[in-house]
T-cell receptor
């Protein structure tokens, strides 16, 4: 089946550092979604991207829809402790298709 | 409420017993998903309902797992003859056709002793 490959699998950073993670696919996607899951909670949508090349920000978060439609990036600037969690990329290949998820990037902030 | 709700929030059961997990999606959402998540792991797709179409059951791990969605709204995930490896968080999500985005419930934490 279709797969989304996320990297890195885990990140250990200092508070205040910038973070960058990405998601790639062998197939073209028409929508890219980024979710965050806090411990003990369900994932929550952070950013949705609908056009190739689109760059969208949500506070300290910025995500981009790759030009090839096969990748997407999420950046977090000036990380804070509440950024800890699992970040998932996801998408339907076409608007009405089943949404599939990457395996997640686990963000840890060192004390 | 306005969001996806799931019940129970926690379930402890004995190996071999059957369990039923419930999901109430956002009103009007045509798509409903079930996922399983083991501790610290990613989301394992189980089943997908979209409107009146036949459900996509390709993620169900065994024939002990089944799900139904009545009236295009509430869904029940049933696990028969539970095993210890079934212990996980079961997450439900719903979306509107064409929106491409999902809204998740808080999950049901299942522990099989």
């Amino acid at each position: 089946g279709q797969q989304l490959n996320q990297s890195p699998q885990s990140m250990f950073i200092q508070e205040g550092e910038d973070v960058s993670m990405n998601c790639t696919s062998s197939s073209i996607f028409n929508t890219w979604l980024w979710y965050k899951q806090d411990p003990g909670e369900g994932p929550v949508l952070l950013i949705a991207l609908y056009k190739a090349g689109e760059l969208t920000s949500n506070g300290r978060l910025t995500a981009q829809f790759g030009i090839t439609r096969k990748d997407s990036f999420l950046n977090i600037s000036a990380s804070i402790p509440s950024d800890v969690g699992i970040y998932f990329c996801a998408g339907p290949m076409n608007r009405d298709d089943k949404i599939i998820f990457g395996k997640g990037t686990r963000l840890h902030i060192l004390p | 409420g306005a969001g996806v709700s799931q019940s129970p929030s926690n379930k402890v059961t004995e190996k071999g017993k059957d369990v039923e997990l419930r999901c109430d999606p956002i009103s009007g959402h045509t798509a409903l998903y079930w996922y399983r998540q083991s501790l610290g792991q990613g989301l394992e797709f189980l089943i997908y309902f979209q409107g009146n179409s036949a459900p996509d059951k390709s993620g169900l791990p065994s024939d002990r797992f089944s799900a139904e969605r009545t009236g295009g709204s509430v869904s029940t995930l049933t696990i028969q003859r539970t095993q210890q490896e079934d212990s996980a968080v079961y997450l439900c999500a719903s979306s509107n056709r064409g929106s491409g985005t999902q809204y998740f419930g808080p999950g049901t934490r299942l522990l099989v002793l």
